[in-house]
C-alpha cells in the first residue's frame, strides 16, 4: 500500500513538471501527457531496467512512445532522475531546470521524441502517430535473437489505434511470439477534435487483442495498485503476448484541462498555480486509507553489457563478383551472360550475411521476386519474414537498427511507397536502413502500373539534397544500377556505408556491362561512351536501352557520351566537367516520372551555360507484353530518344 502513494506522489512530481515545460514553451500537449503519469511513474522508477547514466546499455529494457505528443511526461521523469543527454557540449545529466527550454532551438528536448537531438532514452523518432509499436517490434526482435532479458514496452494512443499499422505490429508480435514486448494502450477516451470512435474504446481494443491471440489486462491507468499486477502477469508471461489496455483521464488532477477536449493547448504560467492546488487535491483524494511512508528508489539496474566483437562493415573484404554470384546459386545464369539486377542483389545480400552478422532482412511475402530469399536460405536465423505489411516492416527495421543490427528491407519498389511516411520518420532517428525495391520503373510491362514505381527516384532524391549529420554525406544515398556487376557493388557501399540508403532494381535479366572489378562509389557515375555533340544522362534498366539509342545515332554522325548515373547525389563538379566536353547539352532519360532529370538539371543550371532536358514516362503506363513495347507506349523507346536528340540538335 505505502508504495502507490509513493507512485501517486511520483505521478503528481512529474504532472507538475510537465505543466510547467508546456507552459514556459507556450506549446505541447499537457493534458495527453497527465494521463500517463501513473504509468511512466510506476514503468520509469519501479518496473523498468537501466540506467539513467547509461542509457545506451544494450541490456537495458527500453520505452517507446508511441504516442509521441504526449512526451512532456517522459522528459519530467528523465530530468527527475537526471538521466544523461547528449549535446553541442557533450554528454551531461538532464537538470530540472532544463525542462524550460522544450521545443527552443538549442533544446535536446524536442517537442516530440527525437534520440538524434540528444535524448538516448529513446530509440526512434515517433510523433507520427500509429508506428511505434512497429519499433518496439524490432527492438524486441533483436533482444530475442540476443537472448537478452531486456523488455520492451510501449505506449500507444487509443485515437492512434484506428492506424492499421497498429495492427500490423500485433499481428507481428504475434507472429514472431515476442512475449518480451508489453503493449499499453492509454485509453483516455479523447482524439483532437473530439471523442474516439467507439471502435477505439477500451472494451473494443481489448477484444481486438484478444482476438489476436494476447493475454490482455484492463486496468485503471492512474491506479498503481492494478497498474502493478498487470505488469507483473507481464513478468510472468512466457507463453502468450501480453497488452495492457489502461482506462485514463485527459487531463488528470487539473480541473482545467478536464473541462472539455483540452488538446494540443498549454496552460499559461499564471494558470499554474491553480493547476497545482488542483493536483495536490487529486493526490490527497487518491491516498486517503492508504498506508503512507513508501518511496520509489529508482529503476533497478540492468545487467552489465556483454562484449561483443563484430567484424568491421568498412574494412572487411569482399569476395570477387563471380563468386559471389556462384555462391548464391546463379552460376549458371551468369553463364549464360544476362543476369537481372534484382538477381545479383540477392546473391550480394548472401555476402554481406556471409560477412556480418549484424546484417538482417526483412521482406514483405515476395522473397522469391526481390531474391533476399538466397540470404534466408543461408541465414534463416537473420530473415524476418513480414507479409504484406510494408509499414509495420519499415518500422520493425528502424527498431533492429537500433539495436545494433543493418537491416535490409526488401519489397516491389512500388509497395515500399505504401511506407513513405516510416521512411521520412526513420530518416529523422538517424535509422541505419537499407531498403530495397525491386521491379523498378516501367520494364516490368505485363504486370501494369499497380506494380511499378514510377515516383521513387524523385522521392528517395529528395533526401540526398539533405546532408546527413556528418555535414558531409547525405541523408540517404540512393543506386541505382545497370547490371549485375553494379547490382553486387552497390549492395557492398550500402552495407559499409552508415545510415540510409535505397536501392531500385529491374525484373528483366540484362547483358553485363561491366567489368567484375570496376570501382563503384557513392555518388559516382560512369561515362561508358565519350561524344562531342550531347550526353546521354540515364541509370538503371535504362543504360541499355540508352545505348542501343547511341547505336543508332552514329549511324546518323551524331556521337553522343552515355552516362551511368548509378548514385545520387551525383559528384557535381566532374558531371559540369563531363557535360561540357559534351557540346553543353544533355538529355536525361528515365523510365518513370523524374527525379534523376531534376539532379541533373540542377547542377546545371547552378554551372550555368549547359543546356538539360528531361525524357520520363510521358503517360501513365497500362500492361504490355515485353518491356520494349512497354517502353514505346511510354515514348522512352530507343526511336524516341533518338528523336529527342536530333530535336537537341
Not at 272 to 287: F, G, K, R, W
Not at 570 to 582: G, I, K, M, W, Y
Amino acid at each position: 500500500m505505502s508504495v502507490a502513494v509513493a507512485v501517486h506522489e511520483k505521478a503528481i512530481t512529474l504532472a507538475k513538471l510537465a505543466l510547467r515545460m508546456t507552459a514556459k514553451a507556450g506549446s505541447g500537449h499537457p493534458s495527453s501527457a497527465l494521463s500517463l503519469a501513473h504509468l511512466v511513474a510506476h514503468l520509469m522508477y519501479r518496473q523498468m531496467k537501466f540506467d539513467p547514466a547509461d542509457p545506451w546499455n544494450p541490456e537495458a529494457d527500453r520505452l517507446v512512445l508511441s504516442e509521441g505528443h504526449a512526451v512532456p511526461i517522459i522528459y519530467a521523469a528523465w530530468a527527475d532522475l537526471g538521466g544523461v543527454v547528449r549535446g553541442a557540449g557533450g554528454e551531461r545529466k538532464l537538470e530540472i531546470d532544463d525542462i524550460d527550454g522544450l521545443r527552443t532551438r538549442d533544446s535536446v528536448l524536442d517537442g516530440h521524441p527525437n534520440p538524434a537531438e540528444g535524448f538516448p532514452f529513446f530509440d526512434a523518432a515517433t510523433g507520427s502517430l500509429g508506428q511505434g509499436l512497429s519499433v518496439a517490434a524490432g527492438l524486441g526482435l533483436a533482444a530475442k535473437r540476443d537472448g537478452t532479458g531486456r523488455r520492451i514496452y510501449c505506449l500507444i494512443g487509443d485515437g492512434e489505434s484506428r492506424e492499421g499499422q497498429i495492427w500490423e505490429a500485433v499481428d507481428f508480435i504475434a507472429d514472431h511470439q515476442l512475449i518480451n514486448v508489453c503493449a499499453i494502450f492509454n485509453c483516455n477516451g479523447q482524439g483532437q477534435a473530439a471523442a474516439i470512435s467507439y471502435q477505439q474504446s477500451a472494451d473494443r481494443i481489448a477484444s481486438k487483442l484478444e482476438a489476436f491471440g494476447y493475454n490482455v489486462a484492463i486496468i485503471n491507468g492512474h491506479d498503481p495498485l492494478e497498474i502493478s499486477r498487470a505488469l507483473t502477469e507481464f513478468d510472468e508471461s512466457h507463453q502468450r503476448p501480453v497488452a495492457i489496455v489502461a482506462k485514463t483521464v485527459k487531463g488528470w488532477g487539473v480541473k482545467t484541462l478536464l473541462k472539455g477536449n483540452w488538446h494540443g493547448k498549454p496552460l499559461s504560467e499564471d494558470q499554474l498555480t491553480d493547476a497545482e492546488m488542483s493536483l495536490d487535491e487529486h493526490y490527497a483524494a487518491a491516498i486517503e486509507g492508504l498506508t503512507k511512508g513508501g518511496k520509489l528508489d529508482g529503476p533497478a539496474a540492468p545487467a552489465k553489457p556483454k562484449i561483443v566483437d563484430l567484424p568491421d562493415v568498412e574494412g572487411a573484404q569482399w569476395p570477387a563478383f563471380a563468386e559471389a554470384i556462384e555462391g548464391g546459386g546463379l552460376g549458371e545464369a551468369l553463364k549464360k551472360g544476362k543476369l537481372a539486377t534484382r538477381r545479383a542483389y540477392g546473391a550480394a545480400l548472401k555476402v554481406a550475411g556471409d560477412l556480418f552478422p549484424q546484417v538482417v532482412a526483412l521482406d514483405g511475402d515476395v522473397s522469391n521476386s526481390t531474391f533476399s530469399n538466397i540470404f534466408a536460405k543461408y541465414h534463416a536465423n537473420r530473415f524476418f519474414e513480414c507479409k504484406i505489411a510494408e509499414q509495420n516492416m519499415v518500422s520493425v527495421a528502424v527498431g533492429l537498427s537500433a539495436a545494433g543490427r543493418i537491416p535490409f528491407v526488401n519489397s516491389f519498389a512500388k509497395f515500399i511507397a505504401r511506407a513513405y511516411d516510416q521512411i521520412e520518420m526513420a530518416s529523422i532517428s538517424r535509422a541505419n536502413i537499407k531498403l530495397v525495391g525491386s521491379h523498378a520503373g516501367i520494364s516490368l510491362a505485363a504486370d501494369g502500373p499497380s506494380q511499378m514505381s514510377l515516383l521513387d527516384v524523385a522521392y528517395f532524391r529528395a533526401f540526398t539534397t539533405v546532408p546527413g549529420d556528418d555535414r558531409e554525406h547525405p541523408l540517404c544515398w540512393v543506386f541505382h544500377p545497370a547490371d549485375a556487376v553494379a547490382a553486387y557493388h552497390c549492395t557492398r557501399l550500402m552495407t559499409q556505408l552508415r545510415g540510409m540508403c535505397y536501392m531500385r532494381t529491374h525484373r528483366p535479366d540484362v547483358p553485363l556491362i561491366y567489368e567484375p572489378d570496376t570501382v563503384f562509389e557513392p555518388g559516382g557515375f560512369h561515362v561508358l561512351h565519350a561524344g562531342d555533340d550531347l550526353a546521354l544522362v540515364t541509370a538503371g534498366y535504362m543504360v541499355h536501352i540508352v545505348k542501343e539509342a547511341a547505336e543508332l545515332l552514329a549511324e546518323q554522325q551524331i556521337n553522343v557520351t552515355i552516362v551511368d548515373a548509378y548514385s545520387l547525389p551525383l559528384n557535381a563538379e566532374r558531371l559540369v566537367e563531363t557535360l561540357q566536353r559534351s557540346g553543353g547539352k544533355a538529355l536525361v532519360v528515365e523510365d518513370n516520372y523524374g527525379g534523376l532529370g531534376g539532379a541533373v538539371a540542377e547542377i546545371a543550371a547552378a554551372a550555368g551555360n549547359l543546356r538539360v532536358v528531361t525524357l520520363g514516362c510521358r503517360r501513365i503506363p497500362k500492361s504490355t507484353l515485353t518491356s520494349a513495347d512497354e517502353l514505346d507506349y511510354c515514348g522512352v523507346g530507343p526511336t524516341q530518344i533518338v528523336e529527342h536528340v536530333r530535336s537537341l540538335l
